[in-house]
């Protein structure tokens, strides 16, 4: 029963001593600066076990940085690519138009050297097959545009008005199976007809004499008669004779000049009033 107070009285005592002990050591590290060194060998030692206390919260630092780089430079990447798409698109989209521009250069040029009247069109559909050869295009009888008009593009004869509604009119290509163009070859005078046969690169001129003086690469226009097409406007050029001895005849096929299956702008050829 009395070993218990001992026990008290001598851990106060062990205390106590511990409390003087520091504070008598403060006191000279204070005054005297004798503990320094031993501070800094003590925190030598405590800097490892520092560095792996403090490593996971690095380490966590580390890798969300890690991770928000990484988000901000996907980011980046997918709007780069997004802003190129677009650039792209852009220049794909001026490409078409200065094409397009050209074009319209080359259809005005040719409108200039011409005697007649023009109406500028635009294509709105095509109906192209082996057995008829159609365009629409965006002038009608508001604009002048009747029945029986020849229709060219900045190369050539491309056909003839044969419907015309107040907006538009229905254009027969000379490629057209039932369509016949009166010619004049330009070398040697020689006047014929051009047939077409539903292929937008070939016309047929049938039935020529075999003693006519015909060659690949001649040119062949309008001849106006008929009054179908004004005169002297480019159709074809030859690129095949084909003769038939047995009944003394020559067929020649010729190549278009007009591009009867690209062209998007034509002019529509109003003949001036004599």
Known sequence: ?????????VATVHTLFLVCFCIALMIVDHRFNHLEVVRSNISIVLSPLRYLVSLPTMTGSWVGEWFTAHTDLLA?????ESDLRLLNTRLQKMQVLQEENIRLRNLLSSSGKLADQVIVAELLSVDQN???QLIEINRGTSDGVHIGLAVIDDFGVMGQVIHASPNSATTILISDPDHATPIQFIRNGV??????????????????????????GDELVTSGLGGRFPADYPVATVSAIREDSSHGFVSVMA?????????REVLVIKPRQR
Do not use: C, H, W
């Open 1 to 9: 029963m009395n070993q218990e107070p001992n026990q008290t009285r």
């Open 76 to 80: 980046r990447n997918n709007q780069l």
């Open 130 to 132: 082996p057995y008829r």
């Open 191 to 216: 006047r014929s007809v051009a047939f077409g046969n539903g292929n937008t690169d070939q016309l047929e001129i049938r039935f020529l004499p075999a003693t006519a003086d015909i060659r690949i």
């Open 255 to 263: 190549a278009p000049k007009a591009r009867l299956d690209s062209s």
